[in-house]
Nanobody
Framework: QVQLRESGGGLVQPGGSLKLSCLVTGLDMFSVTPMGWFRQAVGKQRESVAALTQNGGTNYFGSAKGRFTISRDIAKKTVDLQMNNLTPDDTAVYFC???????WGQGTQVTVSS
């Protein structure tokens, strides 16, 4: 059974950084499985943040471009999201997803506030 579990969220001041991790268990071919990070702020729809393609390429969406970095640690079986220069607009619950499937983690809260 495939399970995704996010961690690393918390409270950070504007301009700060956080690194989120998504531990993936039970997934064969993890190293080539497309994975993504999404987020959902209160009162808003869930939106794409970043994605890892099958061949190791990356895609970034909206305000994540230039500030966030998605990566895969094959040994640890995690998909990580390094977030820099955070602003209050980044406040949301962040979710990990196996792209193209209904497999989601439970989410981790990121709050950017002074």
């Amino acid at each position: 059974q495939v399970q995704l579990r996010e961690s690393g969220g918390g409270l950070v001041q504007p301009g700060g950084s956080l690194k989120l991790s998504c531990l993936v268990t039970g997934l064969d071919m993890f190293s080539v499985t497309p994975m993504g990070w999404f987020r959902q702020a209160v009162g808003k729809q869930r939106e794409s943040v970043a994605a890892l393609t099958q061949n190791g390429g990356t895609n970034y969406f909206g305000s994540a471009k230039g500030r966030f970095t998605i990566s895969r640690d094959i040994a640890k079986k995690t998909v990580d999201l390094q977030m820099n220069n955070l602003t209050p607009d980044d406040t949301a619950v962040y979710f990990c997803n196996q792209l193209g499937t209904p497999r989601w983690g439970q989410g981790t809260q990121v709050t950017v506030s002074s």
